[in-house]
T-cell receptor
């Protein structure tokens, strides 16, 4: 158990809809990262928050947004969903704002299926 | 363009043998490289980190090498066991991107 909690584990929705994925980082970790994993793309970095502030941005679509709340949990909002958004979405956390010291702790992921 | 390449074909080996997985990269200057294990439908789990100035790192049955001239890391599992069957991901961290970028992973299957 990594200590990172993600909900929901599974989500099935229709094209055009909007969903929210939730992540609680490990106790004491201030950074939260979101990654998308699809079969053909591997783990793609979306966005990082550190202590409530956006810290780094990856290949995140404009239809997607995220935030980190004062209690450090984070939400990833996906809107106007398309079939290609079907993927596993992982949240990870670390202590520091920069990854120059070590590892990421990943949650178990949220599997999104868009029909 | 920047690339991290891992063998997309599964590696099948017999129990007790040494498994060797490869991670090649181009157009990156990594500060360090990490290896993760991922089981189907689960999140990746950190295994080892090796820095740019280190040649080799060991942890129990695991060994990682890092050759910044060849732009390659090798990941070895000695005395492999069926329980080692999983997908193994390499990831690079570079100071100029400040991000951890993952390869697509190699699936290892250890059969009895």
């Amino acid at each position: 158990d990594s200590g990172v909690t993600q909900t929901p584990k599974h989500l099935i929705t229709a094209t055009g809809q909007r969903v929210t994925l939730r992540c609680s980082p490990r106790s004491g970790d201030l950074s939260v990262y979101w990654y998308q994993q699809s079969l053909d793309q591997g783990l793609q970095f979306l966005i990082q928050y550190y202590n409530g502030e956006e810290r780094a941005k990856g290949n995140i679509l404009e239809r997607f947004s995220a935030q980190q709340f004062p209690d450090l949990h984070s939400e990833l909002n996906l809107s106007s969903l398309e079939l290609g958004d079907s993927a596993l979405y992982f949240c990870a956390s670390s202590v520091a704002d920069r990854l120059n010291t070590g590892e990421l702790f990943f949650g178990e992921g949220s599997r999104l299926t868009v029909l | 363009s920047q690339k991290i390449e891992q063998n997309s074909e599964a590696l099948n080996i017999q129990e007790g043998k040494t498994a060797t997985l490869t991670c090649n990269y181009t157009n990156y200057s990594p500060a360090y490289l990490q290896w993760y294990r991922q089981d189907p439908g689960r999140g990746p789990v950190f295994l080892l980190l090796i820095r740019e100035n280190e040649k080799e790192k060991r942890k129990e049955r695991l060994k990682v090498t890092f050759d910044t001239t060849l732009k390659q890391s090798l990941f070895h599992i000695t005395a492999s066991q069926p329980a080692d069957s999983a997908t193994y991901l390499c990831a690079l961290f570079t100071y100029n991107t400040d991000k951890l970028i993952f390869g697509t992973g190699t699936r290892l299957q250890v059969f009895p």
